[in-house]
């Protein structure tokens, strides 16, 4: 899935308001606690909040998110993580984070600004309403939930979220959560491993977004 800086850039291409931007994070923070690779958990959640005024622009930014990892995996990211696992000789699963983070880096390097519009939708709510939110899908001890919510928000509000600091703190945070399955990966030469990611999305993954903008635009049509 793209990371949270490609979601942040692609909805606030679709609608500026803080509560569809913070939908549009919301499932990676489903991801710590179940692992919902095929957003069946977040979809429910995105159908239940869309049914209330109050709450619609959050459903509709999940659903977006959604739907950009449905266009974006099979058509993009699966494809170039193939081509740098290949090249790097590494796990596919390390590829795939990497040109993940690839998109994201160029994204921020070309507008810095992405770092605190992230911000601002993760503090727009309190931990304690998200939980609110997750626990009407997740079958989890709220403790739980609130932890996973917690680490959530830590890892968005990373100072510089794609430094090598950075990528130690947030495998830190994946490796308490068996949903995120990472043990097996083993990190060499990450400098390396991103110059490569680098070179293989820089020169058409921006097409690929604008063809999710396109598509997310539809989610809050009748909203």
Known sequence: MP?????????????KRKDFLLGNVLPDTTLLIVRDRKHILSLKLANLLMKNKKTKYIGAGIKTH??????????????????????????????HGAIESAMGRLLLKEHPE??????NAIKSVSDEEVVSYLEKVINE??????????????IGLLKNPYSFTALVRKLMVYKKYKSMKINHIKFENPFVIMK????????????????CIEIGKKTIKNL
């Not at 949270?4 to 909805?11: E, N, P, R, S, V």
């Not at 959604?66 to 796990?91: E, F, Q, R, T, W």
């Not at 992405?114 to 911000?119: N, Y």
Request: no cysteine; net charge positive; hydrophobic share 40%.
């Open 3 to 15: 990371g949270l800086i490609t979601h942040i850039y692609i909805a606030k291409h679709i609608s």
């Open 141 to 154: 001890k709220e403790d739980k939930i609130l932890e996973a919510v917690r680490d959530a928000r830590k």
């Open 114 to 119: 992405l770092k605190e519009e992230l911000g």
């Open 196 to 211: 490569n990611a680098k070179l293989i999305v820089e020169e058409d993954y921006i097409k690929y977004l604008n063809k």
């Open 66 to 95: 959604i739907i950009v990892d449905k266009y974006m995996h099979p058509n993009y990211i699966l494809k170039k993580a193939a081509k740098l696992s290949k090249k790097a000789g590494i796990d596919i699963d390390l590829a």
